[in-house]
C-alpha cells in the first residue's frame, strides 16, 4: 500500500447513519481528529490517509460501532472521547454497559469510566475524583438507578455539604431541604434523563429516592441503600468520617468530588482527600482517578481544566 492508500470498513447502513450525526458531523470529527478523509461510497466507511491516521481512525469507528450495536445512542461527546482513546492507545473495555436510560443502555465513554463502572460493581464503597465534567455524578446515579430497579437496593439516597461556592444558602428562600435541593440539580438532570421525570417523581414521593442535606445524616444508619455523596471536596474530615460510618447492612455508597473546586474556608480541610489517602488499599473500597483527558463535555472543558492544573500550586490529592 503507498503511505496513503484507502482502506474500506464494511459496515451496517445502521451503523453508517449512527456514526455519521446530523450533517455528517461526527465524520468531520473524525476527519480532523487524525487527518484522515472519511467516505460512505455504502456499505460502510473508506478511510484514506496515512497508515497511522487510518490505524486511529478504524480504532475509534469500532469503538464507536461497538457501542451503537450496544443500543446505547452516539453522540459527539462518545465521537471525542472515543479520538482521544485512540489517540492515546487506550481501550475502552466492553461489557460495562448499564441497562438503564431513556435513549438505551449507557455505555462508559472512556476507559476510566469503565473502570470507574467496574469498581462500582465491585466495591461496596467507591470515591470517584477528578474534574468537572468526567461523568462521576451522572454515572454514580446510573448505577444506582439500575439497581434500585432491579431491586438490589430499596432507596436511593442523595447527599452532599451545604457549603455555597461564592453565595449564601442564608438568602434562598425555603427549609434547609429546599435549599439544598438546586445545588442537587446534576443529579437530578442525570436521573430524569436515565429514568424519566415523572418516575422520579413517584419514586420520591414513595421515598425510593431521597434527598438529605449532610447535616441530616448525623445518627442515621442507612440500610439497603444506594448513597451518593456528592461534591464532597466540600466536606471536613469529621463530616467525611461521619458520612462513611452511615453505611448499613445491604448498603453501597459512590463518593464523588473534584479536590480542586474546595470551597471551604480552609481548603486543607477538606475530607476527601484525605479519604482517599487513608482508604488507599482498605478492603471494599474503590478509587476511581479521573484527569482532563477523561472530559466528557465541550472540548473547551477539558482545555481549561488542564490550564488550571497546570496554574495549581500543589498535587490536587495531596494531604496538607
Known sequence: MSPRSEEFLPLSDDAVRALSGPNSRY???????????????????AVRGDARARAGAKQAIHTLVARAESGA?????????????????????????????????????????ARYLDLLDSCELVFGVGPAGTGKTFLAAAYGATLLLKGAVDRLVI?????EAGERLGFLPGDLMEKVDP??????AALDDILGPDA????RDRGEIEVAPLAFMRG??????????????????LQMKMV??????GARMVVTGDPSQVDLPNPRDSGLGHAVRILRGVEGVGIAPFEAADVVRH????????AYDADAPSPKLRDE
Open 27 to 45: 465524520i468531520a470529527l473524525l476527519e480532523d481528529a487524525f487527518h484522515v478523509l472519511l467516505e460512505t461510497p455504502g456499505g460502510g466507511f
Open 200 to 203: 422520579v417523581r413517584r419514586r
Open 73 to 113: 445512542e452516539i453522540t459527539e461527546a462518545d465521537v471525542r472521547a472515543s479520538a482521544a482513546a485512540a489517540r492515546a492507545g487506550d481501550q475502552v473495555p466492553r461489557g460495562s454497559n448499564l441497562p438503564v436510560g431513556k435513549r438505551g443502555p449507557i455505555a462508559p465513554k472512556t476507559a476510566a469510566q
Open 299 to 306: 472540548k473547551l472543558v477539558e482545555r481549561i481544566v488542564r
Open 220 to 237: 442515621r444508619t442507612l440500610s439497603h441503600a444506594y448513597v451518593i455523596v456528592d461534591e464532597a471536596q466540600n466536606t471536613t474530615r
Open 244 to 249: 462513611l460510618t452511615r453505611l448499613g447492612e
Open 183 to 188: 445545588y442537587l440539580m446534576p443529579i437530578w
Open 159 to 163: 447527599t452532599r455539604p451545604a457549603v
